[in-house]
């Protein structure tokens, strides 16, 4: 059974940095596209980005300021916040790319605010 375990969240001011992680277990990682979702409160899920053999992609809201990486020998994929924003507070997830509807961990609450 596929797990995902997203870790690094927590509380930063305007401006400020945090990278998260998410390690995958269970599945065959390496060959599946991974991405990052969210969750803003009162607000439906979204795509952050993802990572696939064609490279990086980012929702506009993020590019320049997020990078997603992955590293395949320990299953697992992070997503390094620069220049964070109050907007970007939200629960942050992973799942595959497109999504798997049974793949959905916690998450981790990454909270922007001065």
């Known amino acids: 059974q596929v797990q995902m375990a997203e870790s690094g969240g927590g509380f930063v001011q305007p401006g400020g940095s945090l990278r998260l992680s998410c390690a995958a277990s269970?599945?065959?990682?390496?060959?599946?596209?991974m991405a990052w979702y969210r969750q803003a409160p009162g607000k439906e899920r979204e795509l952050v980005a993802f990572i696939d053999n064609g490279g990086t992609h980012y929702t506009d809201s993020v590019k320049g300021r997020f990078t997603i990486s992955r590293d395949n020998a320990k299953n697992t994929v992070y997503l390094q916040m620069n220049s964070l924003k109050p907007e970007d507070t939200a629960v942050y997830y992973c799942?595959?790319?497109?999504?798997?509807?049974?793949?959905w961990g916690q998450g981790t609450l990454v909270t922007v605010s001065s």
């Open positions: 269970g599945g065959i990682f390496s060959i599946h596209p």
């Open positions: 799942n595959q790319y497109p999504y798997m509807s049974d793949f």
